[in-house]
């Protein structure tokens, strides 16, 4: 069974991210920034597949991890280590879709894995399927706000990663929920 990121840490204190950041930062210890790529690795992979393909996810999500090892010092951008990699991904993220000059994607399906009987899992992949075009259907700053809310940021954790105001995020994930509903119809 694998633990999620922030039970992880209560049995291994060694876990926390601030600490390995600062470990890293201050030894170049190689098993800290694994540490680090262990927790954070996929739930960052997630969000760039979820505004990109997987191949662009995957480049920039390896771009994203060698700015982070070329970090010399610590600051207090680096308290919450989480935002801070969300800040960084997000900002490499939009480079490169400013150098490709690339907005709008189409989303890569993903296969749902579960032990329920086959027709419950065909009606779940279908209803998935259409949640993910719909998603993927919203304009690409409603679409990010709402997958970093899904991804676990509070309101005032995405205005800081947007560097958007509070009253501009609320406002596009109150849109990219109504977009949703309305995409959705009854199945919602």
């Known amino acids: 069974m694998k633990l999620p990121a922030k039970i992880r840490g209560w049995f291994n204190p060694k876990a926390n991210p601030e600490k390995l950041l600062a470990n890293y930062i201050a030894t170049n210890n190689k098993q800290a920034l694994a ?75 993903q296969p749902l894995l579960t032990g329920e009987p086959l027709e419950k899992t065909c009606e779940l992949s279908d209803k998935l399927a259409k949640f993910n075009r719909v998603v993927n259907q919203l304009p690409f700053f409603q679409r990010e706000v709402f997958i970093l809310q899904q991804e676990g940021f509070s309101l005032l954790e995405i205005c800081q990663l947007t560097d958007e105001s509070f009253e501009t995020v609320k406002s596009r994930l109150r849109y990219a929920r109504t977009n949703i509903k309305k995409l959705m119809g009854p199945e919602l």
């Open 35 to 109: 540490l680090l790529v262990e927790q954070f690795n996929l739930p960052l992979y997630h969000y760039l597949v979820s505004q990109s393909d997987k191949e662009l996810a995957q480049d920039v999500l390896q771009t994203s991890w060698l700015k982070v090892m070329k970090v010399k010092e610590s600051s207090k951008a680096h308290t919450n280590v989480k935002s801070w990699l969300f800040t960084i991904v997000r900002n490499t993220l939009n480079d490169e879709l400013r150098r490709q000059q690339r907005w709008q994607w189409q989303d890569v399906e």
